[in-house]
Nanobody, 123 residues
Framework: VQLQASGGGLVQAGGSLRLSCAVS????????LGWFRQAPGRGRELVAA????????WYADSVRGRATISRNSAKDTVWLHMNSLKPEDTALYYC?????????????????WGQGTLVTVSS
């Protein structure tokens, strides 16, 4: 399986951006997809996740109300739209998926990762 993240860049505080994650090379099967981020000197954080079944995404408190995760009908692309960006949102953003039935916020169960896309928010 390959996950391709894109859409990062330099944004001013208060601005918005949309990250994309394309999933390919996998036989049709169920997976949950999450967006993670890691800022310099900090641990990896799960910021949002979209479940295979249902349509109730999960959001971290740090982005809830400012982020929207969505998926296309083919279920091979997941977007993360973030607005009201803050300098503390600066990080390398990754998408990853898991195929088990553990809670969607169980970070350790995500086992397929894409490369990161860098988001820099200037003040």
């Amino acid at each position: 399986v390959q996950l391709q993240a894109s859409g990062g860049g330099l944004v001013q505080a208060g601005g918005s951006l949309r990250l994309s994650c394309a999933v390919s090379g996998r036989a049709f099967s169920a997976y949950d997809l999450g967006w993670f981020r890691q800022a310099p000197g900090r641990g990896r954080e799960l910021v949002a996740a979209f479940p295979w079944r249902g349509d109730r995404p999960w959001y971290a408190d740090s982005v809830r109300g400012r982020a929207t995760i969505s998926r296309n009908s083919a279920k091979d692309t997941v977007w993360l739209h973030m607005n009201s960006l803050k300098p503390e949102d600066t990080a390398l953003y990754y998408c990853a998926l898991k195929t088990d039935s553990s809670p969607i916020y169980r970070m350790s169960n995500y086992d397929s990762w894409g490369q990161g896309t860098l988001v820099t928010v200037s003040s």
